[in-house]
C-alpha cells in the first residue's frame, strides 16, 4: 500500500523540521515548498495540503495568491496553523486584530463532535508565540474551538475540507493528537 503524501507549505516557520517529522511519524511522505512556489495543481500527488505558521503577511493578497488558489481549488483536506490559518481566514474576509502576546502553552476548548479531535480531552493544551489573532470564523467558515485570548483557536470550513489552528501544532502532545486527527481525514 502506497504512502500518502503531504504537501507542506513553509511560510518561514522555524519549526518545519518538525512539523514535517509529525506527519512522517504518522506513516506520510511530506514535500516541503514555499508559498511563493506552491504548485497551481496537485495533479494527484498530495492527499492533504499543511500550512505552517509564521509572520505571514496575510494581508498580502497579490502575493498569496497562487496558495490561496491553490487551497480553495483542491479536493484535498488542507491544515493551516497560526500564520496560515490567519491567511486562509483574512482571504475568506477574516478580521485580525492584535492581542496580549503569548509564548508557551494554553488551555483551549474544542468542540468534541468535531473528527479533528477525536484523540483529545475537550480542553487541549496548545503552545502559542503569537500577538495577532482571528476575531470571528470568516463566511463560509466556522469555529470549532476557543481560548481565552484567541476566540477562533480552531476553526473548518463549511465543507469539512479546510481547517486552522491558531496554535503551533507541531509542539506539545495535544497537538500532536490533533494532526493524527487531522490525518485520519486523508487516509
Known amino acids: 500500500m502506497a504512502k500518502s503524501r503531504v ?4 511560510n518561514g516557520t522555524l519549526s518545519l523540521p518538525q512539523l514535517r517529522r509529525r506527519f512522517e511519524d504518522m506513516g506520510s511522505e511530506t514535500d516541503a515548498v514555499d508559498a511563493a512556489s506552491v504548485p497551481a ?3 494527484g500527488r498530495y492527499q492533504a495540503i499543511v500550512l505552517s505558521g509564521t509572520k505571514v503577511r496575510a494581508y ?6 497562487p496558495l490561496v488558489d491553490l487551497v480553495m481549488g483542491s479536493d484535498v483536506p488542507v491544515f493551516a496553523i497560526c500564520g496560515g490559518m490567519q491567511l486562509i481566514a483574512v482571504a475568506a474576509g477574516g478580521r485580525l486584530a492584535e492581542g496580549q502576546s503569548r509564548v508557551g502553552g494554553y488551555e483551549a476548548q474544542v468542540d468534541k463532535t468535531e473528527p ?3 484523540f483529545v480531552k475537550p480542553t487541549v493544551t496548545v503552545f502559542h508565540r503569537h500577538t495577532l489573532y482571528l476575531q470571528e470564523a470568516p463566511q463560509g467558515f466556522r469555529t ?4 481565552e485570548h484567541a476566540p477562533v483557536e480552531f476553526l473548518r470550513s463549511d465543507d469539512g475540507r479546510i481547517f486552522g489552528a491558531q496554535a503551533h501544532l507541531e509542539f506539545r502532545e495535544d497537538g500532536r493528537e490533533i494532526l493524527r486527527g487531522f490525518a485520519q481525514l486523508y487516509r
Open 116 to 118: 479533528l479531535f477525536e
Open 60 to 65: 498580502d493578497q497579490d502575493f498569496y495568491k
Open 7 to 10: 504537501l507542506v507549505v513553509n
Open 144 to 147: 470549532i474551538g476557543r481560548s
Open 41 to 43: 495543481r496537485l495533479e
